[in-house]
């Protein structure tokens, strides 16, 4: 996408993180901007930043596990701003501590796979039959994970429901090309948004309660001896510390948002905010490549 200007950016996930910093980045691109995020304080905080930049903006607040607040959503953006060229489906949660798939309950699961899987599929079922029809560039920037290129033992839901969103957007980048509409998929690592703690805050006071209770997945190691108890920092720091914000290696999320526009405006089949986990890439494809053996063969 070359031209931004007067574009119309609908930014689900909008009204912190990554989402704000994407948000507010497009609109110093001079991008309309629709605030979508299920707290509606947030969303209408981030639109208040938009229009201080001069550009138009709405905020609607969107649980996107709701297909018919998703469809509410599309409405809304197209009433008041005739098309949309950008969409920016964002997102997603995690539970904190990591924990071994033996002590991830059905909440856990229906938790992640609502937001991160159907809330996906939402943004892309009623929004891209709309922008399709549309003359001109469009674009749409899904969020995966870093944690989808590499296995982070007691991350198995999570990495689960990224490489869904990476397999689906890596698909309709194809089929949406011969209609000028591109497709990203955003591989986020570890980002200072606190996105984890956050997201925690909107489960229910007994799903509060488990993740209070529920066996660290590195205790596990300790356990076996694989992690000395002196170590114990350092093994949480591999494991606990991914997406916790505090890590060394976490970057503020206001560098996101210019790099996502870029990537958009190259129209690049992904974009990455960290230098890529190539032992990890390799170890996955060579696990691949080594599976495959004709029967009596060498």
Known sequence: MKDFKDRTAVVIAGGNGIGRSIALALADEGVNIVVADIRADAAERVRDEVIARGRRAIAVPTDVTDLRQVNDLADAAYAEFGSVEILINNAGVAVRPFRAIWD???????????????????????????????????????????????????????????????GLSSVIREELAPYDFGVTTLYPGLVATGAAAESGKLRSMDEQSYDQQVKPYYQYALDRGEVRGEDRGAGRGVIEHIGSGDSAYAIEPEVVGPMVVQAIRENRASCLTHIPPIPGIMARSEALLSGYKWPGGE
């Open 104 to 166: 991830t309950t059905y909440s856990d699961l229906e938790y992640m796979i609502g937001i991160n899987i159907w809330g996906f599929v939402h943004g892309v079922h009623v929004f891209v039959p709309r922008m399709r029809e549309q003359a001109g560039e469009k674009h749409m920037v899904n969020t995966s994970s870093n944690g989808a290129l590499f296995k982070v033992p007691g991350n198995a839901t999570y990495t689960m429901t990224k490489m869904a969103v990476e």
